[in-house]
């Protein structure tokens, strides 16, 4: 009788990763940032869309990738604090996203891949943090 199990759609799981990851890093992002190293890819995008150009004009610490997606962003939604948050989760999210398919790629079952894709998800959100916002 008790011995029925309950069928996640699989959907539904990754709906409620996309949502999570974005949720939480948005409100951990908001709670503050250390400005020495948090503001480093707010300040170079800044640059990237004042026409500058990496290691002519700035030294680039860490790649140029951050700095144009970012610049991107700022293009697009304008140059706020929220959009440089935002850019934080939505590549984590989609991180995290890539880690369920990855995952079912290796034909590991619903409820297990939702499982190794929250703990991706802890271990990225503070990465992430301390990188990007």
């Not at 992002?29 to 020495?36: L, S």
């Not at 706020?80 to 034909?107: D, E, G």
């Not at 939702?114 to 503070?126: D, G, H, K, W």
């Amino acid at each position: 009788m008790f011995n029925k199990q309950i069928r996640i759609n699989q959907n539904f799981l990754i709906l409620i990763l996309a949502l999570f990851s974005l949720a939480v890093n948005q409100f951990y992002g908001n709670k503050g940032t250390f400005p020495i190293e948090g503001f480093a890819f707010f300040d170079t995008a800044y640059r990237v869309l004042q026409g500058e150009a990496p290691f002519k004009d700035y030294w680039a610490v860490s790649g140029i990738f951050i700095d144009y997606t970012q610049a991107i962003f700022f293009k697009i939604f304008g140059i706020h604090f929220q959009v440089y948050v935002f850019h934080a989760s939505l590549v984590n999210s989609l991180l995290t996203l890539m880690t369920f398919f990855f995952a079912k790629s290796l034909k590991i079952k619903n409820h297990f891949s939702f499982f190794l894709c929250i703990n991706f998800f802890f271990i990225s959100v503070y990465d992430f943090r301390y990188t990007l916002c």
